[in-house]
């Protein structure tokens, strides 16, 4: 046979088209339906009932148990799922991805849809075209849909003609007939290539065409759909090297669920299989393994050209060809749906005998990743990973929450500088602004870390209303970093009055204490804002009513130190202290304020 390095590129290539595709589709579907989807994962209860089957639908949706195995380790990370949950949602995820197969064993086999996706492309470019965001998301799905569909035509037309080579093949062939050593060595194959290809679905589709074409027999088949279990799982470890360590437990539950599964799939796999047979003879469907032995059979019977012909459907003019070809794909259909019961099967009942395990395997995932030591100064993020950016859309969530967790501790600078005013002892005084001069670079490295994130997550395919989002967090996070400057200003400004021999009179500090009180207040209410999902003028009228009383406080405080000056109550150097501390305060509150307003008017 005659395969030149163009051929493998266009192999290469075919499969590439329907990888996309299927990106496409996903993406599409997460613009339709991502804020609800997130609603969904983000209200999960302790049901681990309700929790597979989420994940099922989910992954039949999304065409991808990666992603939403992504998603699901995503949302651990951001501590909207806890682990027991998780591993339901991923046990789901496992039967939903059996529905790619049964679209390419329906409708792929038995029709040839990449016929019809070019003019189903037609039919999106108005969607995209369209300025209603919800109608190009609609049409991006579609896209997608096609462009899969289409892919899927060119793998099956790219695939090298082995059996009418069998040279090629016979090295494989060498090793069909060794019972259990055939089985692990398709299986390890079916696991490297879904580590490369990055989609359990694709290797699926080129495990469903291979033994279609009766290129490989049934059983070692099936034996690869195995190893593809186990090679998925690599997708979501890769993505939580970064993540917290319950995303890493939540990542090696998920290997750990898929490689048990395959133990008793092997322990059980020839019954399986006759099982298998058993289901698809009953129902008229035939031997599963015919379709391989009737190849090998028809292989010595005619040359290489004939075989090529009659596989290809080129010698339809001679009616004893054309009568081959016929039993050939009808027996192609048979072994499809076999193998899409047999994937269906063990996904099924694996998740029936394991789903009762649940906390077991919590508890292993606990033990084999013990909590390492809470560092509450870090100034990683915590709950976004860049490694997690294949759902962008649905990304989001983890962002939100790195933003809450900013604001709660640039709250605690605050805090830092009450008890900076009262310390008396020196080297104490030190240590609690060497702490707070710490933050003031934490929260510096925040803000460049969520930035950098959001700014990634603006290169992917986002929605419209999802960018609007990410242009309003990163306004929001510049405003918390302008908080926790000015609590670094009051810091240093308190830090030049202990230098100065500068001491407050009781009234000073009383007064300086009402200011923080109000600042508590602006940036308690900036934080449960935070908290919130959805905003209204309420919100941000109360926090305009605080600013306001942090302004006339402020100018009150001004005129009373004018005359506090005249009357000699204290020197003129410890009132520059006094109102560089309240100015700090009085801009403080102006941030605090500006945070709000980005997150409130972009609701309204």
């Known amino acids: 046979m005659e395969y030149t390095f163009l051929d493998f590129l266009t192999l290469i290539g075919s499969l590439g088209i329907f990888l996309y595709g299927m990106k ?34 989910i992954t039949a949706l999304i065409q991808s148990s990666s992603a939403t195995t992504l998603m699901v380790v995503s949302f651990v990370n ?29 409708f792929g086999f038995k029709v040839d849809l990449s016929t019809f996706a070019l003019p189903l492309v037609a039919f999106t470019i108005p969607l995209i075209f369209s300025k209603k965001s919800e109608w190009k998301n609609w049409g991006e799905f579609i896209l997608g849909f096609s462009i899969l569909f289409l892919g899927l035509g060119f793998l099956k037309s790219s695939m090298p003609d082995l059996k009418s080579n069998p040279e090629i093949l016979s090295f494989l062939q060498n090793y069909t007939q060794m019972g259990y050593g055939s089985v692990f060595l398709f299986l390890g194959i079916g696991t ?17 065409i291979m033994c279609s074409k009766g290129w490989i027999p049934f059983e070692m088949a099936t034996a690869m759909v195995l190893g593809e279990n186990i090679g998925t799982t690599i997708t979501a470890n890769l993505a939580a090297i970064n993540a917290n ?16 599964g395959v133990v008793w799939a092997l322990i059980l796999f020839y019954p399986l299989n006759g099982l298998i047979r058993s289901i698809l003879e009953s129902t008229g469907g035939g031997d599963p393994n015919a379709l391989f032995h009737r190849m090998d059979e028809l292989s010595r019977m005619y040359d290489a050209e004939t075989m090529n012909g009659i596989t290809t459907g080129t010698l339809m003019s001679n009616p004893q060809y054309a ?14 749906f076999a193998l899409s019961l047999f994937h269906t099967l063990f996904n099924v009942c694996n998740v029936a005998v394991m789903v009762w395990f649940v906390n077991i ?6 033990k084999l990743l013990p909590a390492k030591a809470k560092k509450e100064e870090d100034s990683h993020l915590r709950f976004v990973s860049f490694g997690m950016l294949s759902t962008s859309e649905l990304s989001l969530v983890q962002v939100r929450r790195e933003v809450r ?33 710490k933050y003031e670079n934490i929260s510096d490295r925040m803000e460049v870390e969520i930035a950098t994130y959001l700014n990634k997550l603006s290169e992917g395919r986002l929605s419209s209303e999802a960018k609007e989002e990410v242009r309003v967090m990163i306004r929001a996070i510049s405003e918390i970093e302008s908080v926790g400057d000015a609590c670094y200003n009051i810091a240093r400004s308190i830090k030049r009055r202990n230098e100065g021999k500068s001491v407050f009179t009781n009234e000073l500090n009383e007064q300086v204490k009402a200011m923080f009180a109000l600042c508590y207040r602006s940036i308690d209410r900036m934080n449960e804002i935070l908290e919130q999902n959805e905003y209204s003028l309420d919100d941000m009228r109360e926090s305009y009513d605080i600013e306001n009383e942090i302004n006339n406080l402020r100018d009150s405080l001004k005129v009373k130190n004018l005359e506090d000056m005249q009357a000699k109550l204290y020197e003129y150097q410890d009132a520059v202290y006094y109102m560089d501390i309240i100015d700090e305060c009085e801009k403080f509150g102006d941030y605090v304020l500006n945070v709000v307003q980005a997150l409130v008017e972009k609701k309204i």
Request: neutral net charge.
């Open 405 to 437: 967790t900013f604001g709660t501790r640039v709250a605690r600078m605050l805090n830092m500088n009450e008890q900076l005013l009262e310390e008396k002892d020196s080297n104490e005084f030190s240590a609690i602004y060497n702490r707070i001069e």
């Open 361 to 366: 395997y919590v508890n292993i995932c606990t």
């Open 323 to 336: 009568a081959i070809h016929a039993e050939l794909a009808t027996m192609g259909v048979s072994v499809s």
């Open 24 to 57: 496409l589709m996903s993406e599409g579907l997460q613009k339709i339906a991502g804020e609800r989807m997130r609603s969904i994962l983000s209200v999960m209860t302790s049901n681990r009932i309700l929790g597979v089957f989420t994940g099922l639908l």
């Open 192 to 208: 490297i290539l879904t580590v490369v290809v990055q989609s359990s679905s694709a290797m699926v589709a080129i495990t469903l």
């Open 245 to 260: 360590t319950n995303a890493k437990r939540a990542a090696l539950s998920h290997l750990m669920f898929n490689v048990f």
């Open 78 to 106: 951001a501590g909207l799922l806890s682990l027991a949950q998780s591993v339901s949602v991923i046990m789901g995820a496992n039967v939903g991805t059996t529905i790619t197969a049964w679209i390419i064993s329906v």
